[in-house]
């Protein structure tokens, strides 16, 4: 199988890509930002592409859902992984803590290790990079003496950065949520874990339009894990609606709210059912082991 994803080498996204392949990465290429790994995806020079889609702590990853209202009916989600994450501060050997003046990282990352940071280095210029590692990477590249980078304990191995501080983030029990994405075709078969994700467009403006649609889940006993709007940049004020539920599309209750919900919307388009797994092992850590 091959993987496009958000790299460069060292992300939190490459540790995803490695626990939802098991040992089956043929060729694992990361891309300097979740479009171009989608872009791969969709142009079929990979079969996978597996992006960031939530962290619990700074929430939804904007470019992610861009993606998938922009190419809602060419991909798929086909599995879902939530992992611990735990940031360090890194830089290169010999610096001290107290020589840091700016710290770069993906705004994720600063929005979970500001606190911190506010702390210890309160002077600090903020920096945000691509990814993580692309912040490692670039603190490497510079051996600029008062840069610092937030990252994973992996980063910093693969960087060659030395570690100032362990685990700075807000919460030890922040975890990440990945996306697999594939090209569409039809659902793999149901397990006993699985959730449905469904986009939902409406013009009409009649009151109540959403509810109407929710209530059909509601009524079959189908529970909504999640809500996301998206706007529509033509049409000022109107949103794209996601809708991610427990079960698989084929499932009863399921199935049957899907017909209704197509009745009261304008266009609703399955961004696939698949098995949502979690890993609460903390990737540093687990690294650094
Ligand atoms: O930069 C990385 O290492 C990523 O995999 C991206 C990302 C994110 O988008 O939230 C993933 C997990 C962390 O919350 C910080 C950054």
Do not use: K
């Not at 659902?187 to 109540?208: V, W």
């Not at 189908?222 to 033509?234: G, Y």
């Not at 084929?250 to 059912?273: F, I, P, Q, Y």
Request: hydrophobic share 40%; aromatic share 4%; glycine share 8%.
């Amino acid at each position: 199988m091959t993987y496009a994803y958000l790299g460069p080498e060292g992300t939190f996204t490459e540790s995803a890509v490695r626990r939802l392949a098991g040992g089956s990465v043929r060729d694992a290429v990361p891309f300097p930002s979740v479009p171009a790994a989608v872009e791969s995806l969709v142009s079929g020079r990979s079969e996978r592409a597996v992006v960031p889609l939530e962290n619990s702590v700074s929430g939804v990853v904007p470019a992610t859902l861009g993606e998938l209202v922009t190419h809602a009916g060419r991909i798929r989600i086909d599995a879902q992984l939530s992992i611990g994450v735990s940031f360090d501060l890194m830089a290169a050997a010999g610096t001290e803590l107290s020589d840091v003046r700016r710290v770069v990282t993906h705004p994720h990352a600063h929005g979970q290790c500001g606190r911190w940071v506010r702390r210890h280095l309160p002077h600090a210029e903020l920096v945000t990079a691509a990814s993580t590692a692309e912040a490692a990477r670039a603190v490497a590249d510079r051996t600029a003496p008062r840069d610092a980078a937030i990252a994973s304990s992996a980063a910093a191995a693969r960087y060659g950065l030395t570690v100032l501080a362990s685990d700075i983030g807000a919460r030890q029990d922040a975890m990440t949520r990945f996306v697999s994405l594939r090209r569409s075709g039809p659902e793999g078969p149901p397990t006993d874990r699985d959730r449905t994700a469904l986009l939902i467009t409406s013009d009409r403006s009649d009151p109540g339009v959403l509810t109407g649609v929710l209530g059909e889940l509601s009524a079959r006993q189908v529970s909504v894990t999640w809500i996301q709007s998206w706007p529509r940049p033509a049409e000022h004020g109107r949103y794209h609606f996601l809708v991610e539920v427990d079960g698989h599309i084929t499932e009863g209750g399921l199935a049957e709210a899907v017909v209704a919900m197509r009745r009261g919307v304008d266009s609703l388009t399955l961004l696939g059912s698949y098995p949502y797994l979690v890993d609460h092992a903390l990737v540093g850590e687990r690294t650094a082991a």
